[in-house]
């Protein structure tokens, strides 16, 4: 195992998806070549897969969710993979028990796949470390550090679009500063070849310090000139202390997506959202509902995207 990079096994191969930090650009474009085999099968509804039936999936989502929790249980159980959705409310954590020892706990009844959601940083790289070889840690978005899975589909889906990543120009807009889905794009980006990246919003919601190779923006509309993709993000209310938040109209004035602005992009811009939107704020229903919207296709290529990490780490896995 090298432990300078936990998710990657001796041979290079995937063991746990934590972040995209440290994924070279084959272990990226594996699982979406994969993921694309998948949405045929997800579209036409084929007979059940059972090519994983002797596995068992454990979703651990300590923050709530829509997207990733229901896309991981149908991915899971489109593979045959057995679905355990943990209620933490009922558990044993609220008498006390650790995290640590929850783990350990569902690991001793050989569950394989952890699906982990937490608010707190880098939480799911410390459970990796202490599991045994039955079993892989799946990050479904930690704090404000990665969310891995939704950077998958993301690149998915601007693949489908885009053909390439050498030389588009693609623009995140809002809270950056907050956003894990953010991170793990910014990051995933370089890393299929895209050269042209730009962050805007707001001095409160831009990163503290510069991100090597991406350019920040004030103003939207000059950051938003001739790109190919738009990702729109929402303010996380949850992650802001001690600020007080923008009042929302002047907000949507400046960083919300209008038809103006949006006609500043390319012609056949895509727009994308990680979910949940807030219309009205980030974005004009107009635009979320329209023809460059591709917020719903994010959604569909989540549970290919996830049908094809189980199956990646299906394969380090000793059962
Ligand atoms: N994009 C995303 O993570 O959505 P949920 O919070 O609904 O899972």
Redesign the pocket.
């Known amino acids: 195992m090298n432990t300078n990079n936990i998710q990657i096994d001796s041979q290079g191969k995937l063991r746990h998806l934590l972040k995209i930090d440290g994924l070279s650009r084959s272990h990226l474009t594996q699982i979406l070549d994969i993921a694309d085999q998948y949405i045929a099968y997800n579209q036409h509804k084929y007979s059940a897969l059972d090519s994983l039936k002797n596995y068992t999936s454990v979703n651990l989502l300590f923050e ?6 229901v896309s991981f249980e149908l991915a899971a159980k489109r593979l045959g993979v057995e679905v355990i959705n943990f209620d933490l409310s009922t558990s044993s954590i609220q008498k006390g028990e650790t995290m640590l020892d929850t783990i350990h706990t569902l690991q001793a009844m050989h569950c394989n796949f952890f699906v982990i959601r937490h608010s707190e940083n880098n939480i799911v790289e410390f459970i990796a470390q202490n599991v045994n070889h039955e079993v892989a840690v799946i990050n479904a ?1 930690d704090g404000t550090h990665a ?1 891995p899975s ?1 950077a998958l589909l993301d690149m998915l889906t601007i693949r489908q679009h885009k053909k390439s990543f050498e030389h588009l120009k693609v623009a995140i807009v809002g809270d950056i500063r907050h956003s894990r ?1 953010a991170h793990s794009a910014i990051t995933a980006l370089p890393i299929l070849g895209c050269k042209d990246i730009r962050i805007i919003g707001p001095d409160f919601l831009l990163p503290e310090s510069k991100i090597t190779g991406v350019e920040m923006f004030r103003d939207m509309k000059k950051g938003l000139e001739d790109v190919d993709v738009i990702m729109m993000l929402r303010i996380q209310k949850e992650r802001i202390k001690n600020t007080s938040l923008p009042d929302i109209q002047e907000y949507y004035e400046n960083y919300g997506l209008t038809p103006k602005k949006l006609k500043l992009a390319k012609p056949d811009a895509i727009v994308m959202h ?3 939107m807030n219309r009205g704020i980030e974005i004009d229903s107009s635009i979320a509902d329209g023809p460059q919207s591709v917020i719903l296709q994010q959604v569909s290529n989540g549970v290919a995207v996830r049908m094809a990490i189980f199956s990646v780490l299906a394969e380090t896995l000793a059962l």
Request: proline letters at 15%.
């Open positions: 709530n969710s829509t997207r990733t929790r978005g969310h939704q889905v990680p979910g949940p």
